[in-house]
Every structure is written in C-alpha cells, then in structure tokens.
C-alpha cells in the first residue's frame, strides 16, 4: 500500500486538476495497481487534465474502513482542502463495496465541489448526465439501505422473541452499522454500544448478506 504526494503541475487554472485513486485487494487476480493507472493516466491526457496528486492502497479489502486505507483517507483529505477539482478511479468497487458507502463518498466530495469519474461505469458528475446518474444511484441506495435496515430488524426481532427482550431502536442499529463499516470488530462496536456481541454479529451478518 502506498500514497503518493501530489505532483507539482502548471500553474494554469483553466487546466482541470484531477487525483487518481486505485486499490487492490490481495483476492484480485487480474486485476494490479498499475494496470489501473495506465487506463486512467491515457483518458487524463487525451481529456488535457492535469494529473496532481495519486493515491494508492494495494492488498487492502473495499470493505475496510478509511482508517485501515491510507491512500483512501489521504484522498478525502484532500477532498477537504479541495487540491483537486476531481478523483478519477477505475471502478466503483475500487472505492467501496456497496451503493450506500458509495453515495456518502460522492455526497462528501461534492459538497467540495470536488468531481468523480469512473472509468469503468463511464460516470462522470461533472457532466449532466453524470449528474443525473449519481441522482439515480442516490435513489437505489437508499432502497439497498431501508432493504438492509428491514433485514437486521427481522432478525433482531426473532432474536427479542425468542428471549423475550424488546426489539433494538432503528437509531441505535443505525449506529452499530455504522461503527462495523468504520471497521470496528465486534467486540469493540459491543462495548462502544453496549450491546451484546451476539446482537452485533447478528447485525453484521445481515450486512454481510446484501450483495456488494
């Protein structure tokens, strides 16, 4: 796994200033770090973009939190001090493994006014059919996410049947969700939470259990 520091370039504004972001886990075959940055290094030149910065994570799992992706977590940092107009990645599941994560992701570059092309999706929010496209994947995801929320509520309520407890607050399954896809084990989501491992495992299988 590496990051790279951005790459000093033209001091020419009207050029659009973009980062590359690639990742591969140690389950992809056929897929390199390399292969990735050749395909997008080829649309940034022949679109006259400036390449200003590359971040990289090899060996690292899409389901991982930003803390165990540091080239994922350098990248939103410089979201956040906006040293690019737009991420450029080669696909979305380099980015993460489900449409809600993916939704947040481009909900918090935007709001930096920052763009997102996907190579391989052909999507690119800086057009309006790019725009339009992330309106609809905004749509899906939060269908996959009351789909999800249903599930793990169906399975809590099996559970508080059998042993005779009151079912878990939506908020507080909202919240154990989240601190599992932050990658906290779960004991540690357990504890932070006070709840039982059980309950978290229970919930972190019927994550695991929607299509990525």
Known sequence: ????????????????????????????????????????LTVAERQDWEVVATFTDEGISGVKGRDRRPGYDALLKGVARRDFDQIMAWSVDRLGRSLPDLVAFLNDVQSKNVDLYLHQQGLDTSTPSGRM??????????????????????????????????????????????????????????????????????????????PA
């Open 1 to 40: 796994m590496r990051a790279c520091s951005p790459i000093t370039g033209s001091e020419n504004t009207l050029t659009k200033r973009v980062a590359l972001y690639c990742r591969v886990s140690t389950a992809d075959k056929n897929q390199t770090v390399e292969n990735q940055l050749r395909d997008l």
């Open 133 to 210: 496209m992330f309106q609809m994947l905004s749509v899906f995801a939060e269908f996959e996410r009351a789909m999800i929320r249903e599930r793990i509520l169906a399975g809590l309520r099996r559970t508080a049947k059998k042993s005779g407890r009151k079912p878990m607050p939506d908020d507080r399954v909202e919240a154990i969700r989240k601190s599992l896809r932050d990658g906290q084990g779960i004991r540690a989501t357990a504890r932070l939470h006070r709840a039982s491992p059980m309950t978290v495992t229970a919930i972190k299988r019927s994550m695991e259990s929607v």
